[in-house]
């Protein structure tokens, strides 16, 4: 599975930002995909999932928003009211299968990465 990220760029504090995650593979809709976020100087982590729900940690609960389209492929993350600590990379991760009830959060859970792009938010 590739993933391939895109969206990322500078947005001042209180702006929005679309990433998109597209996957290969002729069964997206059965993927769980993921979005992860690393700032600078910190380790990576969670942002948000999707497979049989929504999940997203609490830090952009709220402001940011997981969908996906899977006659395309792709998965969305829409981040508003953007502030200066989302600055990082965020990266988009996918597992092939999941388990209903179960939330994936942790890394992992996930099997592939996209490459990551930067989201710098300027105050």
């Known amino acids: 599975v590739q993933l391939v990220v895109s969206g990322g760029g500078l947005v001042q504090a209180g702006g929005s930002l679309r990433l998109s995650c597209a996957a290969s593979g002729r069964t997206f809709s059965s993927y769980c995909m993921g979005w992860f976020r690393q700032a600078p100087g910190k380790e990576r982590e969670f942002v948000g999932s999707?497979?049989?729900?929504?999940y997203y940690a609490d830090a952009v609960k709220g402001r940011f928003t997981i969908s996906r389209d899977n006659a395309k492929n792709t998965v969305y993350l829409q981040m508003n009211s953007l502030n200066p600590e989302d600055t990082a990379v965020y990266y988009c991760a996918a597992r092939l299968t999941y388990l209903y009830g179960h939330t994936y959060g942790s890394e992992h859970e996930f099997n592939y990465w996209g490459q990551g792009t930067l989201v710098t938010v300027s105050s």
């Open positions: 999707i497979g049989w729900n929504l």
